[in-house]
């Protein structure tokens, strides 16, 4: 098994930036896919970008040009950089592990991993 902690959010402006991490540690070689997953109060869970072993990246289409997905594999880090934030990226963010291999179709399904960590909050105001 994985732990996954996600670290990096706060409070900020309309049009600013954050940058979200998510420390991995037990058993990171089983992982094949890595996702970064958004949930607004009184919402489901949107995923947002997914990156594979091999930085094959995958996104939502109203983050991309403003969020960038990445890894560290030799810091055992995935990162979320966020720019020009908009009121509505308002949400709990969620790192997620596919220890099973599953996430290659249908990446943005929280369904499709099986390892979550306890989420960050992202609050954009106007």
């Known amino acids: 098994q994985v732990q996954l902690v996600e670290s990096g959010g706060g409070s900020v402006q309309a049009g600013g930036s954050l940058r979200l991490s998510c420390a991995v540690s037990?058993?990171?070689?089983?992982?094949?896919?890595m996702a970064w997953f958004r949930q607004p109060l009184g919402k489901g869970r949107e995923g947002v970008a997914r990156?594979?072993?091999?930085?094959?990246?995958r996104s939502l289409d109203s983050v991309k040009g403003r969020f960038t997905i990445s890894q560290d594999n030799a810091k055992n880090t995935l990162y979320l950089q966020m720019n020009s934030l908009k009121p509505e990226d308002t949400a709990m963010y969620y790192c997620?592990?596919?220890?099973?291999?599953?996430?290659?179709?249908?990446?943005?399904?929280?369904?499709?991993?099986?390892?979550w960590g306890q989420g960050t909050q992202v609050t954009v105001s106007s």
């Open positions: 997620a592990a596919d220890l099973r291999g599953i996430a290659g179709s249908g990446w943005s399904l929280p369904s499709r991993y099986n390892s």
């Open positions: 037990g058993r990171s070689s089983s992982i094949y896919y």
């Open positions: 990156i594979s072993r091999d930085g094959s990246i």
